[in-house]
């Protein structure tokens, strides 16, 4: 590798439902962040690598920062606040729909200390008209001394190449810290029940809130060359335990159906799901659950 290679770790902030993990998979080109329209959809933190011949961007894909409602919104904000001085430069995304709100004052404050370059990407550019933004980037100018604003749009890939090009001025010379073709630091294991999850947030809709979280119980080859893979969905309530199996099994069937193809396309082969639905009634206020389904600050 010769010297003027760089590389670096990028910080992803925002409210909620901003677009941070559609950008991700868009720049990785896979899918590894889940995506859902409900906020607060990332809970951890989410490393992806993407690699050029002249750049190694290490993403980091953090929860949404909000006002927490209960242990885990508290561990959801702490890693996002905990990644902020880690970093060599941070994406700060607004909603272009959205605008201004109090929210976006929220984590400005958290930013008046931190001494990185802050880039302000206004994503969802192509739901907005183009006269509306020019006063969308001067009211965020005045707020904050942005090093950069950069409007994008992630799902349509608007821009994107040259916010890359921008990201690459920031990050400094440095080594590759991740095989070329690595796009991520999780496990597959973890992915896995990601995509499990988002199915149920996908399929679910407003009946089931972000009080379910999904468990890898099983991972092993089977005789027949396919992958058996059994997990559980941890529900709150027994209400929501038969809205998650649905009549005669109907909605823990499409879950399953839908969750199997994406993890079948990351790992590249034929997999058996079993799903299974358990109540684990408040666990999202119980630090031995919050640790027992990975959610650990210690790992941050």
Same mark, same amino acid.
């Given at each position: 590798m010769d010297n003027t290679f760089k590389s670096g770790f990028i910080s992803i902030i925002g409210r909620p439902n901003v677009g941070k993990s559609t950008f991700l998979n868009h720049v990785i080109g896979q899918k590894i962040a889940i995506m859902s329209d409900k906020p607060q959809t990332t809970r951890n933190k989410i490393q992806g690598v993407y690699t050029t011949n002249e750049a190694q961007f290490v993403f980091i894909d953090t929860p949404g920062i909000h006002k927490p409602k209960h242990r885990l919104g508290d561990f959801m904000v702490k890693i996002a606040e905990n990644t902020l001085n880690e970093v060599d430069a941070i994406l700060f995304m607004i909603n272009a729909q959205e605008g201004y709100g109090r929210g976006d004052q929220f984590i400005m404050d958290l930013l008046q200390t931190v001494k990185k370059p802050v880039l302000l990407i206004i994503n969802k550019i192509d739901s907005v008209h183009p006269d509306d933004l020019l006063p969308l980037i001067d009211q965020y100018k005045d707020k904050y001394p942005f090093a950069e604003i950069v409007p994008i749009s992630a799902l349509q890939g608007n821009n994107v190449t040259h916010l890359l090009e921008v990201i690459k001025n920031y990050l400094p010379t440095g080594p590759q810290?991740?095989?070329?073709?690595?796009?991520?630091?999780?496990?597959?294991?973890?992915?896995?029940?990601?995509?499990?999850?988002?199915?149920?947030?996908?399929?679910?809709?407003?009946?089931?809130?972000? *009080?379910?979280?999904?468990? @890898?119980?099983?991972?092993?080859?089977?005789?027949?060359? +396919? /992958?058996?893979?059994?997990?559980?969905?941890?529900?709150?309530?027994? *209400?929501?335990?038969?809205? @998650?199996?649905?009549?005669?099994?109907?909605?823990?069937? +499409? /879950?399953?159906?839908?969750a199997r193809k994406d993890i079948e396309a990351l790992l590249g082969t034929k997999i058996y799901l079993d799903l299974w639905v358990k109540i684990q009634k408040d666990w999202r206020n119980k630090q031995k659950q919050l640790d027992e389904f990975g959610f650990r600050l210690d790992e941050y």
């Open positions: 810290y991740y095989p070329k073709d690595q796009v991520t630091d999780h496990p597959e294991r973890f992915i896995i029940t990601e995509l499990i999850r988002e199915k149920v947030l996908e399929l679910t809709h407003e009946e089931i809130p972000h *009080s379910i979280a999904v468990v @890898l119980d099983e991972m092993k080859q089977r005789d027949d060359d +396919k /992958i058996y893979i059994q997990a559980s969905i941890i529900a709150e309530r027994k *209400s929501q335990k038969g809205i @998650l199996i649905g009549k005669q099994g109907s909605m823990l069937k +499409k /879950i399953g159906t839908s």
